[in-house]
């Protein structure tokens, strides 16, 4: 189960590039292609080295100043999303 002082960070054998504010992401098990928007390119880009969900919401609020619900909402979505389609790892 992931808790905020679970810590996350992408998977080795990911393939991604920025395009511009957004990333695109390579499923390397599906080789299926997924877009990231511009928030989600910042934990994208936050988690290539591990980071606790903690240390991620927090950069998120400080980044967008959006309120602490939404955000942690938003970034459970994103974890579920990116977890389900193999691209993390959670620890």
Excluded: H
């Amino acid at each position: 189960m992931v808790s905020s002082s679970s810590t996350i960070a992408v998977i080795k054998n990911q393939i991604s590039c920025n395009l511009g504010t957004e990333t695109v992401i390579l499923e390397p098990k599906t080789s299926s292609y997924y877009g990231l928007n511009d928030v989600a390119t910042l934990v994208w880009n936050l988690i290539q080295t591990p980071k606790t969900v903690k240390e991620i919401q927090d950069a998120i609020i400080k980044t967008y100043q959006v309120e602490q619900e939404e955000c942690e909402r938003d970034l459970w979505e994103l974890i579920e999303n990116l977890q389900s389609r193999s691209l993390i790892e959670v620890q």
